[in-house]
């Protein structure tokens, strides 16, 4: 599946079909399985830091594909996402998305890409209004300096209606919980009509209920818009409709593998005994906190 | 002094020159101090007009022997932090904070040597008024460039005004959306240089800080949406200016002393009724 803006409207709302853009279906003409991203030995290293933060990464990913990567803390995950959109600068090696290099055209690489970063946690006080928030990921598709447009504040709104926050529309950001701030940053991620879209724990702060409906939006995406979704998540297990499950660990990538052999795999095996182990001894340190 | 008595004895047009003067350069530093508060970035605005009093007291100087304006050289060392801040902290490694504290007390220094160097009538007139500001030594072409220069602030954030949202909303978020943050924090950088370098003779040197920094923190006090904060703190920085030359003119205070006054007088106000603070207390207690 190849992407379209026509079609990714429609399967983030239904409601927008009134205002699609039918100069956009000629995207559909594009292969499926051409190699969207494209890491070859990328190290990257942090400002002012000297050991690299991920290092001698080589990866492929297919448009439409589902990844899911996983791994302790402080394996890499996140920079590995800043490196694919180009936020961090690359030290050796080459990193290239829909066939462009991220060192020369990081600008219109973004401009393709939705980015949900880790956890935001927003100060109460923040002058920032939710409607705001998600137009914010659809500037880099506006184009600087030219102005908002009655369909852009169309898609915002059905970009907010598809993750269940139309209701807070001109609430300040600050003022929400931690998990309606994180629905407010996936709904800005796809008002940019992404191509791609690059998750670093989406889920982390949302309920059962709203992880699986979230889930089933991206899934959508993915199946009739033919999104490629990157994912780093410790809270969704590896979902069935994965395509790649990535591990990484001290900022290499120690495996990578389709789903069904990644979960049967003794690296696999080795990492979940090793979460639940930290997990039970997180637990067990927040309990006597709390005696 | 009775308000009236005191109209009375200034000209019309001295009169009209005083609002015009205070009005233009509360406007142009409150719509900057959005950026310099928001983004946190006060220490540079700090530094700015110390490095825009340095260029002043060049200026000064040179102008004791040849005809020039204080106003470009100001404006030079000010655009100079603009343009040097970014490679030098990257290149020293250091934290730009550090860099901000060596490039102040170097513009301060620099300032007072350049001072000393002054024949003494230029010393007690002049220089003075770039410390401490006044209204009086405008002509007419500094309101022109003061007006321009808010003409020029008010197009570049209407017309960016979704970019520069990005950018104060957060850094990573502005880059991963296709912004290109480091051209909008220097545009940013860039209009604080040059509004701190017109309204030097207003404000002062010393204090023109204050006048970027008090009306958006008032307006922080009570407003949620960045569009009203664009819209009011110019509204508080041209009360807090007007509100400074009267207190000014009643009690013989440097003009820049006395807007300084009113803006904190008005911010401690906000501070006070602030529903925000008042939430946060709450949230604290519950």
Same mark, same amino acid.
């Given at each position: 599946?190849?992407?379209s803006?026509?079609t990714?409207?429609?399967?983030?709302?239904?409601k927008?079909?009134e205002?699609?853009?039918?100069?956009?279906?000629?995207?559909l003409?594009?292969?499926s399985?051409?190699?969207i991203i494209?890491l070859d030995?990328a190290t990257?290293?942090?400002?002012?830091?000297?050991i690299?933060?991920?290092?001698d990464?080589s990866?492929r990913?297919?448009?439409?594909?589902?990844? %899911?990567?996983i791994?302790?803390?402080?394996?890499g995950?996140t920079?590995?996402?800043e490196?694919?959109?180009?936020?961090l600068?690359?030290?050796?090696?080459s990193?290239e998305?829909?066939?462009?290099?991220?060192?020369k055209?990081?600008h219109?690489?973004?401009?393709?890409?939705?980015y949900?970063?880790?956890e935001?946690? %927003?100060?109460?006080?923040?002058?920032?209004?939710?409607?705001?928030?998600?137009?914010?990921?659809?500037?880099g598709?506006i184009?600087?300096?030219?102005?908002?447009t009655?369909?852009?504040?169309?898609?915002?709104?059905?970009?907010?209606?598809?993750?269940?926050?139309?209701?807070?529309?001109?609430?300040?950001?600050?003022?929400?919980?931690?998990?309606?701030?994180?629905?407010?940053?996936i709904?800005?991620a796809?008002?940019g009509?992404?191509?791609?879209?690059l998750?670093d724990e989406? %889920?982390?702060n949302?309920?059962?209920?709203?992880?699986?409906?979230?889930?089933?939006?991206?899934l959508k995406?993915?199946?009739?818009?033919?999104?490629?979704?990157?994912?780093?998540?410790?809270?969704l297990?590896?979902p069935?409709?994965t395509?790649?499950?990535i591990?990484?660990?001290?900022?290499?990538?120690?495996?990578?593998?389709?789903?069904e052999?990644?979960?049967t795999?003794p690296?696999?095996?080795?990492f979940?005994?090793?979460?639940?182990?930290?997990k039970?001894v997180?637990?067990a340190?927040?309990?006597?906190?709390?005696k | 002094?009775?308000?009236l008595f005191?109209?009375?004895?200034l000209?019309?047009?001295l009169?009209?020159?005083?609002?015009?003067g205070?009005?233009?350069?509360?406007?142009?530093?409150?719509l900057?101090?959005?950026?310099?508060?928001h983004?946190?970035?006060?220490a540079?605005g700090?530094s700015?007009?110390?490095?825009a009093?340095a260029?002043?007291?060049?200026?000064?100087l040179?102008?004791?022997?040849?005809?020039?304006?204080?106003?470009?050289?100001?404006s030079?060392?000010?655009?100079?932090?603009?343009?040097?801040?970014?490679?030098?902290?990257?290149?020293?490694?250091?934290?730009?904070?550090v860099?901000?504290g060596?490039?102040?007390?170097?513009?301060?220094?620099?300032?007072?040597?350049?001072?000393?160097?002054?024949?003494?009538g230029v010393?007690?007139?002049e220089?003075?008024?770039?410390?401490?500001?006044?209204?009086?030594?405008?002509?007419?072409?500094?309101?022109l460039?003061l007006?321009?220069?808010?003409?020029?602030?008010?197009?570049?954030?209407?017309?960016f005004?979704?970019?520069?949202?990005a950018t104060?909303f957060?850094?990573?978020?502005a880059l991963?959306a296709?912004?290109?943050?480091s051209?909008?924090?220097?545009?940013?950088?860039?209009l604080?240089?040059l509004?701190?370098s017109?309204?030097l003779?207003?404000?002062g040197?010393?204090?023109?800080y204050a006048?970027i920094?008090?009306?958006?923190?008032?307006?922080?006090?009570?407003?949620?949406?960045?569009?009203?904060?664009?819209?009011?703190?110019?509204?508080?920085?041209?009360?807090?200016a007007?509100?400074?030359?009267?207190?000014?003119?009643?009690t013989?205070?440097?003009?820049?002393?006395?807007i300084?006054?009113?803006?904190?007088?008005?911010?401690?106000v906000?501070?006070i009724?602030?529903?925000?603070?008042?939430?946060g207390i709450?949230?604290?207690?519950?």
């Amino acid at each position: 599946m190849s992407f379209s803006s026509n079609t990714f409207l429609q399967a983030l709302n239904p409601k927008l079909s009134e205002i699609l853009n039918p100069r956009a279906e000629k995207a559909l003409q594009e292969g499926s399985t051409d190699e969207i991203i494209v890491l070859d030995s990328a190290t990257t290293v942090y400002e002012g830091e000297r050991i690299p933060t991920i290092q001698d990464i080589s990866l492929r990913v297919k448009k439409g594909e589902i990844l %899911f990567i996983i791994g302790p803390n402080g394996a890499g995950k996140t920079t590995l996402l800043e490196t694919i959109c180009g936020i961090l600068p690359l030290r050796e090696g080459s990193v290239e998305v829909f066939g462009l290099s991220t060192k020369k055209y990081g600008h219109q690489i973004r401009k393709r890409i939705g980015y949900v970063i880790q956890e935001m946690d %927003f100060d109460p006080s923040e002058p920032f209004l939710v409607k705001d928030v998600v137009l914010i990921g659809r500037i880099g598709l506006i184009g600087v300096g030219k102005r908002v447009t009655k369909r852009d504040w169309e898609i915002v709104r059905a970009s907010l209606e598809a993750v269940g926050m139309e209701a807070f529309w001109g609430r300040p950001i600050g003022k929400l919980s931690a998990g309606q701030q994180q629905k407010v940053m996936i709904a800005s991620a796809l008002a940019g009509e992404p191509e791609v879209l690059l998750l670093d724990e989406p %889920f982390a702060n949302l309920d059962i209920n709203a992880r699986h409906d979230i889930y089933q939006l991206l899934l959508k995406l993915n199946r009739e818009a033919g999104v490629t979704i990157l994912c780093v998540s410790h809270n969704l297990g590896i979902p069935p409709e994965t395509d790649k499950v990535i591990l990484m660990q001290n900022g290499r990538i120690i495996m990578n593998s389709e789903r069904e052999k990644a979960l049967t795999s003794p690296l696999y095996k080795a990492f979940i005994e090793l979460s639940q182990a930290e997990k039970g001894v997180y637990n067990a340190a927040k309990t006597a906190q709390e005696k | 002094m009775d308000l009236l008595f005191l109209f009375s004895r200034l000209s019309l047009q001295l009169l009209f020159k005083v609002i015009l003067g205070a009005t233009l350069a509360g406007m142009a530093c409150s719509l900057i101090g959005v950026f310099v508060v928001h983004l946190k970035i006060t220490a540079i605005g700090f530094s700015m007009s110390h490095a825009a009093f340095a260029g002043a007291a060049l200026g000064l100087l040179i102008n004791s022997y040849l005809s020039f304006d204080p106003l470009i050289s100001a404006s030079i060392f000010a655009i100079a932090v603009a343009l040097l801040l970014g490679p030098m902290s990257e290149k020293t490694r250091l934290n730009p904070n550090v860099v901000l504290g060596i490039i102040f007390t170097l513009s301060l220094a620099l300032g007072f040597i350049f001072l000393s160097f002054l024949p003494s009538g230029v010393v007690s007139s002049e220089a003075v008024q770039i410390l401490w500001g006044s209204v009086f030594g405008l002509d007419w072409l500094d309101f022109l460039l003061l007006g321009l220069v808010n003409l020029a602030i008010v197009a570049i954030i209407i017309i960016f005004y979704k970019e520069f949202l990005a950018t104060m909303f957060h850094r990573k978020v502005a880059l991963a959306a296709g912004i290109n943050v480091s051209f909008f924090n220097f545009l940013i950088l860039f209009l604080t240089a040059l509004t701190v370098s017109f309204t030097l003779k207003i404000v002062g040197a010393l204090l023109v800080y204050a006048l970027i920094v008090n009306p958006t923190s008032t307006v922080y006090q009570f407003a949620y949406d960045t569009k009203k904060i664009f819209i009011f703190s110019p509204v508080v920085g041209i009360i807090s200016a007007i509100g400074g030359v009267l207190l000014s003119f009643m009690t013989n205070f440097p003009i820049g002393s006395s807007i300084i006054i009113v803006s904190s007088i008005i911010f401690v106000v906000s501070v006070i009724f602030s529903p925000k603070k008042r939430r946060g207390i709450v949230q604290q207690h519950q």
